[in-house]
């Protein structure tokens, strides 16, 4: 493959100001100076945390043949091309977008956001165009998946250097749609810039991630990115009976189609925005299944879906209209939705041949959490236990919140450690223990800063008939203390203390 020399890559940032030789073999476009190899083009990136520029001289070291920054030319990048910018992050998408050439113009490319359910909806969407005759990729907060290979995420949208290429990886491996889950991270820092999207969907909108944003607004601003950046050739999918869903409706140039659950207001309705394309008219909700009727434009699609929780008939129904949207058939709506693999760590059900339920969810925040505890509640007989934390250096202001939730949501409550960070466990749990008190001073509940030990004090508590809710870390196998990596899965560690119980307790109920 014949690579691109920087002046052809620079058509892309048609800004830039060049200090140097433009004429120059570029073998590769990097943000992190760490995977800079001879020939490649250094972005130094200003971060959240850490500013690109603090690591020129290793860049320079390893080889870069060029430097892109937002800053006038710095001496100890002296013997370099210099080209600035006037914001590295968009030319780092960009220019990387421009080096794979272009990929996502070979790709039916449809984009999930949303502060729940992207995940869900993203696997649902590609296991319909699967079942319609397609080859879709993924990349999402699990796995990244490019033709036959699945790959462990580490973020759930990648900087844009790896996103290009894995969208480059997906064109050779031949697949006709890649599903990408945008996080408003991501969006905010522009790592989708310039993509080319055919759909995009919108899940909903509660608090999280303020630690970041700092304000609501911000938040929703950067979620509003993903549609602002849509031209009228391509599809905002948006939930009819949720105002968010009406906001992007009026600034998007997309055309709009739109989904429910169930009978929507009268005064809903009066809006020209909220007739919904897709309707689910009818459900039911067991463990590890959910059948539902929808309606769509070209009449009904019954299904089964392997997933546990009323919250995922929101999800089967924007990825529904994702699908009618793309022009998927019906049939391959219908059975997609019941070849979805179950998604780890979401409402995951732990069978070890206990006489109670336990269950294994990514809920962090408080309306995930509520969510889950209703689903849970429909399919549990006696009581609901619930283990839970909220993550350190993160945003305080949803902590208490998560606290009254739980409170109002299950029958007893073990408060333990999630992703403590740098900040103090007992600190985080005080927090959380103020809206447990607030919202129901009679609910018994223990502060186990352990969670190991948490998970196992609910396993021992639990009896015939009740269930058991982990919350929080869902699919992570790592749990995050100080700045270390600790190897954690809430989900084998409930499988260890099950096992740990004696046979006949298991047995017995007792």
């Not at 973020?155 to 894995?166: F, I, K, M, N």
């Amino acid at each position: 493959m014949r690579r691109p020399s920087l002046s052809n890559l620079l058509e892309a940032t048609p800004d830039a100001e060049i200090d140097g030789g433009a004429e120059i073999e570029v073998t590769g476009v990097e943000c992190d100076s760490r995977r800079v190899t001879p020939g490649k083009l250094f972005v130094a990136v200003r971060g959240w945390r850490e500013d690109g520029h603090r690591y020129l001289p290793q860049a320079l070291d390893a080889g870069a043949c060029a430097i892109v920054s937002s800053t006038p030319r710095q001496a100890r990048a002296c013997g370099v091309t210099w080209v600035r910018v006037a914001d590295e992050r968009p030319a780092l998408a960009r220019l990387a977008r421009r080096f794979h050439g272009d990929p996502d113009l070979e790709l039916a490319l449809v984009g999930v956001t949303g502060t729940k359910g992207k995940t869900t909806t993203a696997w649902l969407i590609e296991s319909m165009i699967e079942a319609s005759g397609g080859k879709p990729g993924g990349i999402g907060t699990i796995r990244t998946r490019i033709g036959d290979q699945n790959e462990i995420s580490t973020l759930t949208t990648p900087d844009a250097p790896t996103l290009c290429a894995q969208l480059a990886r997906m064109v050779k491996e031949k697949c006709t749609h890649a599903v990408l889950e945008a996080s408003s991270q991501a969006l905010h820092q522009s790592r989708v810039e310039g993509l080319s999207f055919r759909c995009a969907v919108f899940t909903n909108f509660t608090q999280d991630h303020l630690d970041y944003h700092k304000t609501l607004e911000a938040y929703f601003e950067s979620k509003a990115r993903l549609f602002r950046s849509l031209d009228e050739h391509a599809v905002a999918v948006l939930p009819a009976d949720d105002p968010h869903g009406e906001r992007l409706a009026r600034l998007t140039e997309a055309r709009v189609v739109t989904y429910a659950v169930g009978r929507l207001p009268s005064t809903t309705r009066e809006h020209w925005w909220a007739v919904p394309e897709v309707q689910v008219e009818s459900a039911q909700v067991s463990l590890g299944s959910t059948t539902a009727v929808l309606r769509t434009p070209r009449g009904s699609i019954h299904t089964r879906m392997p997933l546990t929780g009323r919250h995922n008939l929101r999800n089967l129904a924007a990825a529904a209209t994702a699908a009618w949207s793309l022009r998927i058939p019906d049939a391959a709506i219908a059975s997609g939705a019941a070849r979805v693999e179950p998604i780890p760590g979401r409402m995951e059900p732990i069978d070890e041949g206990q006489s109670f339920l336990v269950i294994v969810d990514f809920a962090h925040n408080e309306d995930a959490l509520r969510n889950a505890l209703s689903s849970l509640r429909e399919l549990t007989r006696d009581r609901l236990l619930c283990v839970f934390g909220c993550g350190g250096d993160r945003d305080r202001s949803k902590r208490a919140p998560m606290g009254a939730a739980a409170a109002a949501g299950a029958d007893r409550l073990y408060l333990t450690s999630d992703n403590p960070r740098r900040e103090d466990p007992l600190a985080i749990l005080r927090d959380i223990e103020l809206g447990v008190k607030q919202a129901s001073p009679e609910r018994p509940y223990q502060v186990i800063p352990d969670r190991a030990a948490a998970i196992s004090a609910a396993v021992s508590e639990a009896r015939q008939g009740d269930a058991v809710l982990i919350a929080g870390k869902g699919h992570e196998r790592e749990q995050l203390v100080a700045d270390r990596r600790l190897p954690f899965d809430d989900r084998e560690q409930a499988r260890i203390c099950l096992r740990a119980l004696s046979g006949g307790r298991l047995a017995e109920g007792e």
